[in-house]
């Protein structure tokens, strides 16, 4: 095998969220018990747009967009310089952090497109990146395909209630052992655990002090909980010299459809970030920068509306899965993902997710994508029609008791 | 200077198309002669798509997108599986290939996204890559980025006119030599010249014999002017067994603003450029791959037309051109570039692009931004309302002569 097929092998995308359509599943038979249960389908795997609209007066944006025409189709690489000014302010209102419209900020194809070039420009072959067990999959494999080595740093979620549960000195040993690149989300994709005013302090101190570039994807930090605060590493006191900050409306906003992300922090990885964005798409999509305008200036009480629904999602659904034997769940303090860890079962963790979706119509993504270890786990993104997802919920706990060992 | 920093210098985008704006200009004055010129801007960087607007429905398509819902925003990677079947056809008419569109086909952010996602998929550090000279930039930066090595093969394309002018033997060394992949525009981007049937078989059989990956950017192919052919390769009896054809409809259907390319052939490349825009982009924005549904199905004689006002444009700036004393310029046969070599000038060609744009309102690339032996040339994209090129190109040849040596 060569040295290209074995990357790409190991970029594996059959489980991601979204790919299940492309699986071969006529080996599934030998695997089930028992009849399908009928219901609406509900896809866990992301968040229903359907049921949790775009921000009013998004297409209008962009309508407004086209109709400005040539300017709007061709930014420059790092996005529109008015959208950009205007970013700025609000970002730097939101976070606490100041930030430089011209030299510190850039549009991007989706928190995805974000991601990938602040890793891209921080990681070289052989470097050393350090890396959440569990946390968003992707981090994993960019690393890998810009050959770095991971370094796993365990989050005991699940054991902690007033801090996500990072284990701070492990986090030390991977920076005293030559970590380059810290990466994480946070809230924490899959787990909805929010990292502690102290444990974000001593992220910053840490890594300032080990010279650790710090790329940290707060995609969901809007959609936070009543009753949870929430720390922005950009506005510590100390922060290390290469910081980025990953920031989008694809998800709280419902605008995934547009492709839209933003990063802000160090000029110079801006700047190469931006010059990478050059020979990999250009920019973020012309007439959808547009749509940014609208992005932190939502109608009033909007996003109040839509964190109080999610909240009742989230209440119902953490109540039907605790109800569950043998299931251990933590509430998330943000976002709308659930992770549960379910009882052992007679399938691997991905069969099941196979199986769930043959017999039960739900669709959820193996905890395996987001941490080797996580192979009870499955992570559920419950911004979904409410009675929908509660019904999809009881479907599961059907098939957890008719599959459990 | 560590790895990174090196590779993010060379990756420089201050030359780049649309990126003037950021150019310090503070050291122009000991430059420039004389007085400025007046007139309207024209920034022959890119196409004007207020000049020549997108194809007609295109936002309506795209509203129809957004009124789809969950569905058309999170699709496969791949892109939308009813839009790809329709696109397969037409493409497959278009060129003349059979294009399974389950397994073969892959929609991606702009044709440039396609570029990155096929040079990232087949080129490994080390690999020899042959790159044309001169030749779309992006191509050399990409296989930089990705630590290939670059073998220069030369197209003398001012000295035929009828083939491109490609050193079939320099090809045929270079493939000796071990390079893995061939990469090239066709016609090409900036000389405007197509390949003739005769390269193009030898190219294919070339590529076969040695068993090299050829990705071959077509962007511009629908633009063809009366009395000219265009041969796809991906349509030769003997194709190389790995072959990527990338297209797109952001120039001659100006639709740059939507982001939109495609990518089509062997099947296991496509694959692997699926599995690395997943964690690159994700996917082409989703609304905006409605607006495909549009491409090759224009309103009856909507493209006749538009090829119609480009040739006009390209006689009366081919005209004006060859009427400069010392300019030597070759007549494009597709597409909307004109690539013409100025004759010695007291500055330096990046220093008279400075200039020209600071004394007569007139954007163009340098030359050197596509081969590092074109510095006596400049590249023109005349998508440009036609009275305004013809006065901007008056303009140019008054600094031409003003400049000369």
Redesign the interface.
């Known amino acids: 095998m060569?040295?290209?097929e074995n990357k790409?092998r190991k970029?594996?995308?059959d489980n991601?969220p979204?790919?299940e359509?492309?699986q071969n599943d006529s080996s599934l038979a030998s695997l089930t018990l028992g009849e399908a249960l009928p219901g609406i389908q509900v896809d866990f795997s992301?968040g229903?747009?359907?049921a949790f609209?775009?921000t009013p007066g998004s297409?209008e944006r962009?309508?407004e967009?086209?109709h400005i025409?040539?300017k709007?189709?061709?930014?420059?690489?790092r996005g529109d310089?008015q959208i950009r000014e205007k970013l700025a302010v609000r970002l730097g209102d939101f976070t606490g952090a100041s930030i430089a419209s011209h030299q510190q900020l850039i549009l991007?194809?989706?928190s995805?497109?974000a991601?990938?070039l602040a890793i891209a420009?921080?990681t070289?072959?052989g470097d050393k990146v350090a890396i959440v067990q569990p946390d968003y999959f992707?981090n994993r494999?960019?690393v890998e395909?810009f050959d770095g080595e991971i370094v796993p740093v365990s989050m005991d979620y699940l054991a902690n209630d007033k801090s996500a549960g990072l284990d701070l000195s492990q986090l030390e040993d991977a920076f005293k052992a030559g970590a380059k690149v810290f990466v994480f989300s946070n809230p924490n994709n899959p787990a909805g655990v929010v990292y502690s005013a102290e444990e974000i302090a001593i992220i910053a101190q840490l890594a300032e002090r080990y010279g650790v570039t710090v790329i940290v994807d707060q995609l969901y930090s809007r959609l936070l909980y009543s009753n949870e605060s929430y720390t922005h590493l950009c506005a510590q006191p100390v922060i290390p010299e290469n910081l980025i900050t990953i920031m989008g409306p694809s998800k709280t906003e419902s605008l995934?459809?547009?492709?839209l992300g933003v990063a802000f922090g160090s000029a110079h990885i801006i700047?190469?970030m931006?010059?990478?964005q050059?020979?990999?798409?250009?920019?973020?999509?012309?007439?959808?920068q547009s749509v940014l305008q609208g992005w932190f200036s939502e109608p009033a009480g909007w996003m109040e509306e839509r964190i109080r629904l999610h909240q009742a999602i989230r209440d119902d659904l953490i109540n039907a899965f605790s109800a569950i034997d043998g299931v251990a769940i933590r509430c998330p303090q943000a976002g709308s993902y659930l992770f549960p860890r379910l009882p052992e079962l007679r399938l691997r963790s991905e069969d099941f997710v196979r199986v769930l979706r043959h017999q039960a119509n739900v669709i959820v993504t193996p905890g395996t994508e987001f941490s080797p270890h996580a192979t009870q786990s499955v992570r559920l993104n419950f911004s979904q029609d409410h009675q929908a997802a509660i019904k999809a919920v009881e479907r599961m706990a059907t098939l957890i008791g008719r599959y459990r060992k």
Do not use: C, M, W
């Open positions: 060569t040295a290209l790409f970029l594996a995308t991601a979204g790919q359509v492309r992301h229903d747009v359907d609209e775009p297409l962009f309508v967009g086209v025409g040539g709007r189709a061709y930014t420059e690489y310089s991007t194809p989706g995805q497109g991601l990938f420009t921080t070289s072959a992707a494999k960019l395909f995934s459809g547009y492709r700047n190469r931006e010059k990478l050059a020979i990999v798409s250009l920019r973020a999509g012309g007439y959808s």
